[in-house]
């Protein structure tokens, strides 16, 4: 089978993800669709690391890791703070701030 | 097996980086161990001390720049004259933002809060607010930061690039959520950025990806030869440039990319704001232009339009809200938005003439909006800082200088002569036309006529309406802020009345070593 | 047919027997059960209710719990995943000589600051 649909796979990936950050409200789904995109682009870096024959590309895949998830835990705690005082994780109502 | 062989590392060349990021853990030491009492004066030191370490080591390399030893750390980091002096400015902006930080004569306890995972608006919130010390977490926060962006103007490979990126956000994310006042704000603007950002930052990453696809490597040497050979798929790099743009764009906040900025500005405590203003802007458009002067150069600059449409839209955009604003840190941050824009019309130029405008805008812009910031943090009431607009009407009978000193601010960021602003917005508009974007300069001249009435709104309203009721008072500054503020706005006279100095400095800096 | 059992396949013969005796003794419980059980299809008082060993049903089955041990989460996954720098090292170290266990000391040292700003702000106890 050839890489390329790996590759294929990877941007639908990012794409469900890229679109579930536009259309979803709640802040945690948010985040998961963040994560689905940076885990798309490990694929990709992985399946052409496959195709190119370095490895360059597998090691790029464990920072990305890395810093995925300290992201993760900053993130989570931001939205445990608004969380706190709101009862709510929705996007749409944190709305203090506009125009 | 072979010996491993180890990549070769110029611990000298890392040294600003290192200065910075050993000094950072030291803070976090130092939060651990040391009583809350006596935590902001020593954090405070030690800042400026790595700072100062940082800023010498600096100078003493931008000497010995030899073009065949700037690249280090196993390929990752090229310290070449660019990369130094935005180090360099980096480093000196972070520097007066910081002494804001430290700021605690304004409001008891300084401008962040006490423990930030306190519930907004409970009991124990209450009494924290009036209280208690505000945290001084803030200090390693801003040091990793600036490590970060250090690391980003001098990145050269898209990875170290991706991480640094990661790095200098991460710590501002939380920095935004650590205001005093107006805590749900500052969460909400925390949340917004942060959401927003890594966003960004998911596209940039898949945007190296598909580079990585296309030139088998990230580093920008090895994306520029494979761009000049033009095999392999152009659509990856085509791809892979454009969501690369779309994380950097993002960072300088041009539209369409600029909606978390008025928000962010607003929400997050004002020393943070200033330092955002400043130094993120300067790392970003220092990852900007390494990226496109040094790894896209091959493309021939084919996405000139592209870009060129960007600028248009962010100055357009920036100064057309500006105008309906009516709170000073929003009106500030559409300003901001716009002069991204100016300084993307410098990008586009192109040549050393367009790269000295830019590295010359960047300074200059920050060391004003520093200032801009300081005076912000000064206007206050008893629920904090008093940035609505009306609130600001009739404070030049209240405090002439402090009016004053905000007028000549307001005038720099319009353009007016004998400021920084002016020099460097000919210098943008004349690189521009040197490189044959005069449509871009005809946009960027009309909207800062455009921009000039929300300046001259406020400044009108300092100085020709009556002190109300509702105006408030202007806190006498400390130390600290007296010195930013004296700092932003001497470099905003200086660079405007003799911008020999620093445009010499930017045009011995306007290359980049491949 | 019976070649089947002898071939590599084969091994697998008693694990399939065992899986289908299975399902026959819950099936045929269940069977059993349908035959012998009376049938009153209406819908008592409590008849759905959660069965909580005798006491009345706290309202709502969804609820919030209080998650101590958030802040634990938080630190596990930022060391979980930290340490997939040390597999590649794990690979190198001994011909790479001391530099690098020397790099990777100050990597695991930064981490180990983190964790003692953690335990100095109680990040660590149970509250």
């Not at chain 2, 919130?125 to 390693?140: A, H, V």
């Amino acid at each position: 089978m050839t890489p390329m649909w790996y590759i294929v796979l990877s941007a639908i990936l990012f794409s469900v993800g890229a679109v579930g950050v536009l259309i979803r409200r709640n802040a945690i789904v948010l985040f998961m669709c963040i994560e689905l995109m940076l885990n798309a682009a490990n694929l990709a870096l992985v399946t052409f690391s496959r195709i190119n024959g370095t490895l360059d590309g597998q090691i790029m895949a464990f920072f990305v890791m890395v810093v995925a998830a300290a992201e993760v835990v900053i993130g989570l705690a931001i939205i445990m703070l608004i969380f706190r005082t709101r009862r709510s994780a929705s996007v749409d109502d944190a709305n203090l701030l506009k125009y | 097996m072979d010996k491993l062989k180890l990549p070769d590392m110029d611990y000298v060349a890392l040294l600003p980086m290192l200065a910075l990021f050993v000094a950072a853990c030291l803070g976090v030491i130092i939060e651990a161990l040391v009583p809350r009492r006596f935590r902001n004066i020593i954090q405070l030191v030690l800042s400026i001390v790595a700072l100062a370490v940082a800023m010498f080591f600096v100078v003493k390399q931008s000497g010995e720049v030899v073009a065949s030893k700037a690249l280090t750390a196993g390929g990752a980091i090229m310290i070449d004259h660019a990369a130094l002096f935005l180090q360099g400015a980096l480093i000196v902006l972070g520097f007066v933002a910081l002494l804001l930080f430290g700021e605690r004569s304004l409001e008891f306890g300084g401008p962040f809060v006490a423990q930030a995972a306190v519930t907004v608006g409970s009991e124990r919130d209450r009494e924290q607010t009036g209280r208690e010390l505000g945290s001084t977490e803030t200090f390693p926060l801003a040091l990793f930061s600036l490590s970060g962006m250090l690391l980003f103007v001098s990145a050269n490979d898209l990875l170290t690039m991706f991480v640094a990126l990661e790095v200098f956000s991460l710590p501002l994310y939380l920095l935004c959520a650590l205001a005093r006042r107006k805590r749900l704000l500052s969460q909400e603007s925390a949340l917004k950025y942060f959401l927003l950002g890594a966003y960004a930052s998911a596209f940039f990453l898949f945007g190296v990806a598909m580079v990585y696809g296309f030139a088998k490597a990230v580093d920008f040497k090895a994306i520029h030869a494979e761009a000049l050979l033009g095999e392999g798929n152009s659509l990856l790099l085509i791809i892979g440039l454009a969501l690369l743009a779309i994380g950097l764009l993002f960072k300088v906040a041009a539209a369409p990319f600029h909606v978390w900025t008025p928000d962010v500005y607003q929400g997050a405590p004002t020393p943070v704001t200033a330092f955002m203003a400043s130094c993120t802007k300067v790392a970003a458009f220092g990852g900007l232009l390494r990226v496109l002067y040094v790894g896209f150069d091959g493309l021939g600059w084919q996405f000139t339009p592209v870009l060129g449409a960007i600028a248009a839209l962010t100055v357009l955009v920036g100064s057309i809200l500006a105008v309906t604003q009516t709170d000073l840190k929003r009106l500030l941050a559409y300003s901001s938005v716009a002069n991204a824009g100016y300084i993307l019309i410098g990008v586009i130029a192109g040549q050393q003439l367009g790269l000295t405008s830019v590295l010359f805008y960047l300074v200059a812009y920050g060391f004003t909006v520093i200032a801009a910031f300081a005076l912000i943090s000064l206007v206050r009431d008893a629920d904090g800082e008093a940035t609505h607009l009306s609130r600001w009407a009739g404070l030049g009978a209240r405090s002439p200088l402090y009016a004053g000193i905000f007028t000549f601010i307001l005038l720099a960021f319009a353009g007016i002569p004998l400021t920084s602003g002016f020099i460097a917005k000919l210098s943008v508009f004349g690189a521009a036309i040197d490189g044959g974007q005069t449509w871009l300069v005809i946009i960027g001249v009309i909207t800062s006529i455009i921009l000039a009435f929300p300046y001259l709104r406020v400044v009108v309203m300092m100085w020709l309406s009556e002190p109300g009721e509702s105006t408030p008072s202007v806190s006498i500054p400390g130390g600290l802020t007296s010195t930013a503020l004296g700092i932003g706005t001497l470099a905003t006279l200086v660079f405007g009345v003799v911008p020999g100095p620093l445009l010499d400095l930017a045009e011995k800096a306007s290359s980049f070593v491949r | 047919m019976w070649s089947i059992v002898d071939g590599y396949l084969g091994s697998y013969a008693p694990l399939g027997l065992l899986a289908l005796v299975g399902v026959l003794i819950v099936g045929g419980g269940f069977f059993a059960n349908s035959l012998l059980r009376p049938r009153r299809p209406n819908a008592a008082a409590g008849k759905r209710d959660t069965y909580e060993c005798g006491l009345d049903p706290v309202p709502g089955g969804w609820a919030q719990m209080q998650i101590r041990y958030y802040l634990y989460a938080y630190l596990y996954v930022l060391f979980a995943v930290e340490a997939v720098f040390l597999f590649p090292w794990a690979v190198v170290y001994l011909q790479a000589g001391l530099a690098v266990i020397a790099e990777m000391a100050i990597f695991v040292g930064v981490l180990a600051l983190g964790l003692l700003y953690a335990w100095r702000k109680r990040a660590l106890t149970w509250q």
